[in-house]
């Protein structure tokens, strides 16, 4: 019996200096959780230095490449396109395609392929175009709205995507699988800093993942509980990662932010098993794999009603969302962030919650519901 070929299709790739995501991690975890009847290729945009992660990462095709973002985005377009006209030219189409689009890196629509195409929402970033990339958000918007109303097939991470895409498509099948953990992250046993800790762990993008609204209500967490620490940890571009150190030298408490880049897992395990208190104040956000990680680490989680909380962080149970909303959420994150160093019981309390919350979301649970999905939609594409 032959093997089901599949291809996923995205610019980002777990080890993407520049990004390196949740959404790509998760779709990479997936993607390798397949069996032996499976065939798979994760097509990904090659960034510089690539050849010394190519032995790491077998079972990855590298597209374009570019020593800079701007370069490796606009080879990944073009290179993505010539990959698929290759693929239509040979007659050996995949018998299935998972794309992960972007609005700032697109993949081609396969407008002629949608039967066998399974389009991944991790977020929609709708408005939050303009922040990202200015004058071009009218055109990254447009791609966006195409992608959500041509589709047949869809996997999204958060019921408000599910929601989005179900009111401009009413026909698509949508399945919605949230991201999960690794499931050794249960067990990670606790040694509670001594003094209080707050930590960040997450891609060092400041806009998206909201690391200056953070910044700005350490201040006044600081102010209110002597002795409290910040703890951010990650990776980013070096544009990302130059910018982040000169707002944390200029903080009235820089003496008082640690910042660490490229943690290993056992590292993060460790760092977590410290924390007091998570916060994470995103801007716009898919789901948030670092927040359930926490959880399982019996840590609370501060963080925005940006749509992915709503669905990671049970509100007033595991943690504190605050509004989204920018006048104030500086405020409102600090005011949480303090209320749980300051309450022992609360904070315990969110930590056990949290825990058997994210017990429920581990990758091995999540994989099953992902190849069901894949099978019926080869059915489908079948008839």
């Not at 002629?112 to 990339?133: D, E, F, Y």
């Not at 400041?206 to 209500?217: C, F, H, P, Q, T």
């Not at 920018?326 to 409102?332: A, F, G, K, L, Y």
Request: glycine fraction near 8%.
């Amino acid at each position: 019996m032959s093997r089901i070929r599949l291809e996923h299709w995205s610019y980002d790739h777990p080890a993407n200096p520049w990004l390196g995501g949740g959404g790509a991690y998760r779709d990479w975890t997936l993607l390798r959780s397949l069996d032996e009847k499976w065939s798979t290729d994760y097509v990904a945009a090659a960034f510089d230095g690539v050849e010394e992660h190519k032995a790491a990462w077998p079972g990855t095709v590298w597209i374009g490449g570019g020593n800079t973002p701007g370069s490796a985005r606009f080879n990944w377009i073009r290179g993505i396109r010539h990959h698929l006209r290759q693929l239509q030219r040979s007659g050996n189409m995949p018998d299935l395609i998972t794309s992960s689009p972007s609005v700032l890196a697109p993949t081609p629509c396969l407008r002629h392929h949608l039967k066998r195409t399974i389009l991944v929402i991790h977020h929609l970033v709708g408005w939050n175009a303009w922040r990202n990339v200015g004058p071009l958000a009218p055109f990254c918007m447009a791609y966006e709205q195409g992608i959500v109303r041509r589709g047949l097939h869809y996997i999204v991470v958060n019921r408000k995507v599910e929601a989005r895409i179900h009111s401009l498509n009413p026909q698509a099948r949508v399945m919605r699988i949230p991201n999960g953990i690794d499931r050794t992250l249960l067990a990670t046993v606790r040694h509670p800093n001594p003094e209080p800790l707050v930590v960040f762990i997450g891609r060092l993008d400041l806009e998206m993942k909201g690391i200056d609204r953070l910044l700005d209500a350490f201040a006044e967490v600081r102010r209110r509980v002597p002795g409290v620490r910040l703890e951010m940890a990650g990776r980013g571009s070096i544009a990302d990662v130059k910018r982040l150190g000169r707002l944390i030298a200029s903080h009235p408490d820089s003496d008082a932010i640690c910042l660490r880049l490229n943690i290993s897992e056992a590292q993060k395990a460790e760092l977590l098993g410290r924390a007091w208190v998570f916060a994470t104040p995103s801007r716009f956000e898919g789901w948030c794999i670092a927040a359930v990680e926490a959880q399982a680490c019996r840590v609370p989680v501060v963080a925005t009603t940006a749509d992915g909380f709503l669905d990671s962080v049970p509100d007033g149970q595991a943690g504190i969302l605050v509004p989204n909303q920018e006048c104030s959420v500086r405020t409102d994150l600090a005011d949480a962030i303090v209320a749980l160093l300051n309450d022992d019981a609360r904070r315990h309390a969110m930590g056990e919650v949290a825990h058997a919350w994210a017990s429920r979301h581990t990758w091995d649970q999540l994989a099953r519901q992902y190849e069901e999905f894949l099978l019926e939609t080869l059915e489908i594409s079948r008839r």
